[in-house]
């Protein structure tokens, strides 16, 4: 039993051997397969692990790349729009350059056309200069002439009249000796002009020279040219006697200039002048506006159309605050028109187109001022001028009946009513200028009277401005 025991023990011994190195086998085979599922699930991990690793790098590497691109395209764009600034900004640059260049190559055009025409200017002021000097030298040779000629027939005729003097003086001493005559001549005189005293107890000789009434260039009746006469008798007599004050020599000579425009009788103006040269001696009258006035008016009548403007001219830049100063803007005007000077005339008959002498309005201003254009060969202001005229005729209530102004102009009735008023302001030159205009048109109803007036005016004045 001990031996089956310990048999029993051994077979149990080598049983549980057995079975405990199949155990270790299997256990070993187990921790095999386990070690190999690991490494496998390990491996699997790991590839899973890489896999996601790479996923998550491709996907950093793209949020990577598109960040990248973005900025490269906001650089991009960055750059664009510094190089389209940059472009714009250099076509401006060229824009501007070419304006410049362009006014450049304009303001230098502009500058020589207007030093051209300064040239041309400075060029035909210095013609004209030597041509009017020419002309003033040729008028003051033949004045000089003339006055020569003159002072020799005054010579000639200073004898005559002394003695016709003398045996005026001795009328006149006659008559200041009859005192009721006087007295009666001073009582028409005061009738006749009420600004003298009704009684005046002065002698004779101051009394004509303090009461003598001023004379004015307007046509008078023959009672007062009677009155005139008289006047100048006793103002000839006060100078006789020793008075030979600025005042009487002034109203002498204005009492010459009155009886030739009443009478027309040349030695009465002629007279009248060298009376009016006898006043100049005196500084109180050359300083006198009116003064200056009445000797360029005796001058006009006398012909001597240049030194009368020049008289007026004076005035004019003297005396500006003269009263009758449109009056002799617009005789400098018609004397400038006379002597050809077309553009100064029709400067002073446009600075007196607001405020026109009397008689005159600025109808007849405006008539005038197309007129010179005309003759200046200024074919455009003419016809703005004529055109503006003719407003003036329907604004002025004149009856309509022409249908536009070269009508108008056309119509001789029309000079002849602008000839009649300036013959009777006592504007000769223009009414010659006018009266040629109607003769030149041929109007068929001219009448009877006005061709008389030019009559008249031809008559009167056809040594001077014929």
């Known amino acids: 039993m001990a031996e089956e025991e310990s048999r029993t023990r051994v077979y149990v011994d080598a049983m549980a051997k057995a079975t405990f190195l199949h155990q270790c086998k299997l256990r070993k085979r187990q921790v095999e397969l386990d070690r190999k599922a690991e490494a496998k699930a390990r491996t699997a991990m790991e590839r899973e692990e890489l896999d996601e690793n790479t996923r998550l790098r491709k996907i950093a590497d793209k949020i990577a790349y598109n960040q990248t691109l973005k900025r490269m395209q906001a650089a ?68 000089l002439r003339t006055m020569e000629k003159t002072h020799r027939v005054e010579m000639a005729v200073e004898d005559v009249r002394s003695h016709q003097w003398r045996s005026l003086e001795a009328q006149a001493t006659s008559m200041g000796l009859v005192r009721l005559f006087g007295i009666k001549q001073f009582g028409f005189l005061t009738v006749s002009e009420p600004s003298l005293p009704p009684k005046p107890k002065l002698a004779p000789t101051r009394y004509t020279l303090e009461t003598c009434p001023k004379v004015t260039n ?30 009487l020599l002034r ?6 200039v009155k009886l030739y425009e009443a009478h027309l009788h040349y030695n009465d103006l002629s007279t009248g002048w060298s009376w009016y040269v006898k006043a100049c001696e005196h500084l109180a009258l050359q300083a006198s506006p009116s003064f ?10 006398l012909c001597r159309f240049q030194h009368a403007a020049e008289i007026l001219a004076r005035i004019i830049y003297s005396f500006p605050t003269y009263v009758r100063m449109p009056t002799v803007i617009f005789r400098a005007a018609m004397l400038m028109w006379h002597l050809g000077l077309y553009e100064q005339s029709t400067d002073y008959l446009l600075h007196l187109l607001e405020s026109p002498p009397a008689p005159w309005t600025d109808l007849d201003l405006m008539f005038l001022i197309a007129r010179l254009y005309l003759l200046d060969e200024n074919k455009a202001h003419a016809t703005f001028a004529y055109d503006d005229a003719f407003r003036r005729y329907r604004v002025h209530g ?69």
Not at 292 to 301: K, S
């Open 76 to 143: 991009d764009e960055a750059y664009r729009a510094k190089q389209a600034e940059k472009l714009f900004e250099a076509r401006c640059r060229k824009l501007m350059h070419n304006e410049e260049m362009r006014l450049h190559r304009l303001y230098t055009e502009v500058l020589h056309r207007e030093r051209l025409r300064e040239r041309k200017e400075r060029h035909l002021m210095h013609n004209d200069d030597m041509y009017m000097q020419r002309i003033l030298d040729e008028r003051e040779k033949l004045r």
């Open 292 to 301: 200056l006035d009445e000797m360029a008016r005796a001058l006009y009548l």
């Open 398 to 466: 004149f009856h309509f009946q022409y249908p536009s102004w070269k009508a108008w102009v056309g119509d001789a009735a029309v000079w002849r009513h602008f000839g009649a008023k300036a013959l009777a302001a006592n504007e000769y030159l223009v009414a010659k200028d006018l009266y040629q205009q109607v003769i030149k048109r041929r109007h068929d109803e001219v009448q009877v009277e006005h061709r008389q007036e030019v009559g008249i005016f031809v008559g009167k004045h056809r040594d001077g401005v014929g």
């Open 251 to 256: 109203n002498i000579a204005k009492c010459y």
């Open 218 to 247: 307007q046509p008078h009746p023959p009672c007062v040219m009677s009155v005139v006469r008289v006047a100048l008798r006793w103002l000839r007599m006060a100078f006789r006697d020793g008075y030979k004050g600025p005042t």
